[in-house]
């Protein structure tokens, strides 16, 4: 069975960069597995932030951006704000019509 | 602009069946570039893809739930619904459908707001 990785938490001050990392519990992350990052806040859907490893869905703020490092996925967010804090999952496609999210990361800006 | 809303039973009882429909407004499900798709998140829990369907019928569905999976499309409705029988309280959550963007462009946009269900006797 495939487990997509993420950090359980991470913190970050106001202004500073942060990278959320999504990876392959066996194997390597490259964009043949398209990922995609959601953001959620408590008791609130899923907001899809980037798609396609570094595709900004519309009205995402720049200061979040998408890319491959090493063999992960990953989600940098830069000059963080208060409202970032919230909780980050990715979703990778792993073929046969099959999708996997991984199990979030709980960002905290203090 | 496309919408979604699920519904459906809030409370399902322990070995029934759990049964949702998302209908879409704002656009046709018939579009031939989308699935539909279903996913749910255990309280304080994350979230897990549960299924996805094209308007032709064909689905994918997660391999740890297809033995109880059903989900189906009715374009003249423009919904498509779940059914998951055989539930457990480990059924319990909070479902979103979304539009599933497939190909390279593979992501969930937009979601539902979810609806929760909780199995309880």
């Known amino acids: 069975q495939t487990v997509v990785t993420q950090e359980p938490s991470f913190s970050v001050s106001p202004g500073g960069t942060v990278t959320l990392t999504c990876g392959l519990s066996?194997?390597?992350?490259?964009?043949?597995?398209?990922p995609s990052w959601y953001q959620q806040t408590p008791g609130q859907a899923p907001r899809t932030l980037i798609y396609?490893?570094?595709t900004r869905s519309s009205g995402v703020p720049d200061r979040f951006s998408g890319s491959i490092l090493g063999n992960k996925a990953a989600l940098t967010i830069t000059g963080a704000q208060a409202d970032d804090e919230s909780d980050y999952y990715c979703?990778?496609?792993?073929?046969?019509?099959?999708?996997?999210f991984g199990g979030g990361t709980k960002l905290t800006v203090l | 602009q496309l919408q979604l809303q699920e519904s459906g039973p809030g409370l399902v009882k322990p070995s029934e069946t759990l049964s949702l429909t998302c209908t879409v407004s704002?656009?046709?499900?018939?579009?031939?570039?989308?699935?539909w798709g279903w996913i749910r998140q255990p309280p304080g829990k994350g979230l897990e893809w549960i299924g996805s369907?094209?308007?032709?019928?064909?689905?994918y569905y997660n391999p740890s739930l297809r033995s109880r999976l059903t989900i189906s499309v009715d374009t003249s409705k423009n919904h498509f619904s779940l059914n998951v029988n055989s539930v457990t309280a480990a059924d319990t959550a909070v479902y979103y459908c979304?539009?599933?963007?497939?190909?390279?462009?593979?992501?969930?946009?937009?979601w539902g707001q979810g609806t929760l269900v909780t199995v309880s006797s």
């Open positions: 369907i094209f308007y032709d019928g064909s689905a």
């Open positions: 979304g539009r599933h963007r497939s190909g390279s462009d593979q992501h969930f946009d937009p």
């Open positions: 066996s194997g390597s992350v490259s964009t043949t597995y398209y």
């Open positions: 979703m990778l496609y792993i073929g046969s019509g099959i999708s996997v």
């Open positions: 396609n490893t570094n």
């Open positions: 704002g656009g046709s499900i018939s579009s031939s570039s989308h699935y």
